[in-house]
């Protein structure tokens, strides 16, 4: 990868990497207007933290993290809602970095802890996150509309 990787918070000029990466993740081309909608609310939102790794201007990955006060914690919790590394740099540190990041926010920010749900059908991300210090410790249930 060259020069050192560069960690910083996500800016307006980074929607068109973030939407390139969440139709990659999800494997769906999504609503565009709507997603810029959503993007530019949740960046601006100070509750939330999204950061983005790049060398050299050219995005390596990002990672989305939300927080809120939940009484069942009686204090305030991070989520992990999306992380992106790009294919050509898995596996050289770059999500280490930036889970890195999220790790010193919710020490400064006194979370009671960090949370990260993964798709069933994402396998691979079970151990990616056990190497990342996660514990698998919940079981998650969804209904679709």
């Given at each position: 990868m060259g020069t050192e990787i560069q960690i910083r918070k996500i800016?307006?000029?980074d929607l068109d990497f973030i939407y390139k990466a969440i139709c990659e993740l999800e494997n769906e081309t999504l609503n565009f207007k709507v997603f810029k909608e959503i993007f530019n609310e949740n960046i601006s939102n100070p509750k939330n933290l999204y950061l983005i790794a790049e060398n050299e201007n050219e995005g390596l990955g990002f990672i989305s993290f939300h927080t809120q006060n939940l009484l069942h914690h009686c204090g305030l919790v991070g989520e992990i809602q999306e992380f992106f590394i790009h294919?050509?740099?898995?596996?050289q540190g770059?999500?280490?970095l930036l889970i890195s990041?999220?790790?010193n926010f919710a020490d400064q920010n006194n979370?009671?802890?960090i949370e990260v749900t993964t798709n069933r059908?994402?396998?691979?991300?079970v151990a990616i996150y056990e190497n990342l210090g996660f514990t698998?410790?919940?079981n998650k249930f969804t209904i679709y509309k």
């Open positions: 800016e307006k000029q294919q050509k740099c898995r596996g770059v999500g280490c990041e999220i790790k979370l009671k802890n059908k994402r396998v691979e991300n698998l410790s919940h």
